[in-house]
């Protein structure tokens, strides 16, 4: 995902999940009484039908923690070039692979 979009692609690309899913599909940015909670009291801007701190936090929460610290950990825990561990090399699985060792090996 890095070599096509960059950094800052990627952080338009989560803004837009977010955008989707709490404005479109849980409509928590523009309804007023979303899950009794009363989100939107609190700095309701009427022209846009949001309010801006619930807004904010949302977005971020989608854009930050959703999207992004998922891929950046994906990527940086991910070795390129490391030589593939397991069973196409010495005959025995991959430690993963270890506690079903009963369910498949053979006697």
Not at 21 to 36: D, H, K, R, V
Not at 74 to 90: C, D, W
């Amino acid at each position: 995902m890095r070599r096509i979009l960059p950094a800052f692609g990627l952080a338009l690309l989560s803004l837009a999940y977010g955008v989707f899913e709490e404005g479109i599909m849980t409509m928590s940015l523009f309804n007023p009484n979303y899950a009794g909670q009363r989100l939107l009291d609190l700095g309701f801007v009427p022209a846009l039908g949001i309010g801006v701190p619930w807004t904010l936090f949302v977005l971020a929460l989608h854009t930050v923690w959703s999207m992004s610290v998922p891929i950046a950990l994906t990527e940086e825990l991910t070795v390129r070039g490391a030589p593939r561990r397991g069973s196409a090399r010495s005959g025995w699985p991959s430690p993963p692979c270890w506690p079903c060792w009963p369910c498949w090996a053979r006697p």
